[in-house]
C-alpha cells in the first residue's frame, strides 16, 4: 500500500442559519443518506443550551433572558457551544469520510452581534486555532417562513423580530462572502440533493489544490 493510498479521506461541512432554517433535519437527512451508500458519515451537534434553559425558565412564566440577563445568557452559551465545538473537532479527527457540523462557532459570534454586544476575543481564537471546516454552508430563508416551521413543529419558540436580527447579523459577519448559500426555504429532499452538490463540487477542488480526499468516498454525484 502506497503511503497517500494508506492515508484518510475526511471532508467536513458546517451548516449555519437561523433558527427554523432546518440545520438539523437536513443534516440529519445528509448522513443518513451517506450511510445508506455504504459511505462513512457522522455528525455532530453544537447547541447552545438556550432551548433547554427556556424550558426551565417557562415553569416560572419567563425566558432564559429575562432570568438571567442577555450577557450572562450569552457567557452560558458560548461555554456550551465553544466546548461542543472543541469535543466534536477532537473526536472528529479520528473520523473518515463525510464530518457534518450542526452549527458552529460563526453561530454565538452572530448571536452576540445580536445582542449588541462587543466581539469575543476567545470565540475569535477558537475560530483561527481550531481546523475550518472544508466547506460552510448558510442556510439562506425568509426569516417569516422560518418562523412559521417554528410555531408548526411546536416544540419552542422565537419571535419573528428576533430571527430577523439574527439573520442581519449572520449577513454581517466578516467572512459571510465566503459561506456557500444555500436556499433552505425548499422541500428537505431538494435541500440535501444542493448541499450534496456543493460538497462534491468543494471536495473535487480540494483534490485538485494536491490535497488527500476522495469525493466517492462522500458525496457521489
Not at 442577555?70 to 477532537?90: F, M, N, P
Not at 471536495?203 to 476522495?214: D, E, F, P, Q
Request: net charge positive; with cysteine; proline share 4%.
Amino acid at each position: 500500500m502506497s503511503s497517500e493510498a494508506g492515508r484518510r479521506h475526511r471532508f467536513s461541512v458546517a451548516l449555519l442559519g437561523i433558527d427554523g432554517a432546518g440545520k438539523t433535519t437536513v443534516a440529519r437527512s445528509l448522513v443518513r443518506r451517506s450511510r445508506a451508500r455504504g459511505d462513512a458519515a457522522s455528525l455532530y451537534r453544537h447547541p447552545g443550551g438556550r432551548k433547554t434553559l427556556d424550558n426551565v425558565a417557562r415553569r416560572f412564566n419567563s425566558t432564559a433572558e429575562a432570568a438571567l440577563g442577555s450577557q450572562g445568557l450569552t457567557v452560558i452559551e458560548t461555554v456550551t457551544r465553544s466546548l461542543a465545538v472543541i469535543r466534536s473537532a477532537v473526536q472528529s479527527r479520528r473520523r473518515d469520510g463525510l464530518v457534518v457540523f450542526d452549527r458552529y462557532i460563526h453561530c454565538q459570534i452572530a448571536l452576540r452581534r445580536m445582542r449588541g454586544l462587543h466581539s469575543s476575543p476567545f470565540l475569535q481564537w477558537l475560530l483561527t486555532t481550531l481546523p475550518r471546516p472544508d466547506v460552510i454552508v448558510f442556510f439562506d430563508i425568509s426569516p417569516r417562513q422560518a418562523h412559521a416551521r417554528i410555531l408548526a413543529r411546536g416544540i419552542d419558540t422565537e419571535p419573528l423580530a428576533m430571527l430577523c436580527e439574527l439573520d442581519a447579523a449572520y449577513r454581517q459577519l466578516s467572512d459571510f462572502d465566503d459561506f456557500y448559500r444555500i436556499d433552505a426555504g425548499r422541500p428537505v429532499a431538494d435541500v440535501v440533493d444542493e448541499l450534496e452538490a456543493v460538497i462534491c463540487a468543494a471536495a473535487k477542488r480540494k483534490a485538485a489544490h494536491g490535497l488527500v480526499i476522495s469525493p466517492s468516498s462522500t458525496i457521489q454525484s
